[in-house]
């Protein structure tokens, strides 16, 4: 599979300054995404089901686990094969070629993000979701580390209805100081269409708060999303010395 990589590689130049939707807390549609033939290929050649694994992860202050299976890049060399964690080559070539084409630091996507994060200090992480039936995001808040999140969205191929849900919701107003709410707990409800070949970028921040309501797809159909977070060096300094168990 050959990508263009050049192409690939524009993403976030025109963008950065385009006229796109701004909506609630520093957030950000991308519509398109991605050229079109790049788009195609990924959605063709998404992760296997297989490589994925049942991870709903440690959540603070009592909110409720998030229903998806997950599929993480490894972020550092010689890390340990664990289910739901690759490397580049087990990813189809199509998969490798445009993550690497987003890491690169001379990527006009790295530059972009440089430019709207205000530092270089930054590592990128991947990971991609699937998401069946019933599965769903409770309202929560990033944790503290990640500076931005990037969701790339994937919806099946022979079509998805929209009113199988998958949006991704941005949460504004709370109507209370509970640290586990419910969708309803919020003044300002703000869907993110779940549309091929968009996605939606947002900062973190204290009150950034955000989640997937229960999705109803058919059985045999999943949500799936590759998401791509900032995280700052300082972390990774400290998780090499440290160890990786402070968090999830
Ligand atoms: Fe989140």
């Not at 590689?9 to 385009?18: N, V």
């Not at 109507?175 to 549309?195: R, W, Y």
Request: with cysteine; net charge positive; charged share 25%.
């Amino acid at each position: 599979m050959n990508l263009n990589l050049e192409r690939t590689r524009e993403l976030g130049r025109k963008d950065a300054g385009s006229q796109s939707s701004r909506l609630g807390y520093s957030s950000k549609i991308f519509d398109p995404a991605l050229p079109p033939e790049i788009y195609s290929q990924l959605a063709r050649n998404f992760p296997r089901t297989d490589l994925f694994a049942d991870a709903p992860g440690y959540r603070p202050d009592g909110q409720r686990q998030h229903r998806r299976r997950l599929l993480r890049l490894k972020y550092r060399l010689g890390q340990k094969t664990l289910p739901g964690l690759v490397g580049l080559k087990d990813l189809s070539p199509g998969w490798s070629e445009f993550i690497r084409s987003l890491k690169s630091r001379r990527s006009t996507y790295r530059r972009f993000l440089e430019g709207l994060l205000g530092t270089q200090w930054f590592d990128l992480h991947f990971e991609w979701h699937r998401s069946d039936a019933g599965s769903d995001i409770p309202p929560h808040k990033d944790a503290s580390w990640r500076r931005a999140t990037h969701l790339f969205y994937f919806p099946d191929q022979n079509g998805w209805q929209e009113n199988w849900g998958g949006q991704t919701v941005l949460l504004r107003g709370q109507k209370n100081e509970i640290l586990n709410p419910e969708f309803e707990d919020f003044e300002e409800v703000t869907s993110i269409p779940f549309k091929a070949n968009t996605s939606m970028l947002f900062l973190n921040s204290n009150d950034a708060w955000h989640g997937v309501k229960p999705v109803t797809c058919p059985e045999g159909v999943e949500r799936k999303i590759l998401m791509v977070t900032a995280i700052p060096y300082t972390l990774k300094v400290e998780r090499m010395f440290l160890g990786w168990k402070k968090r999830k």
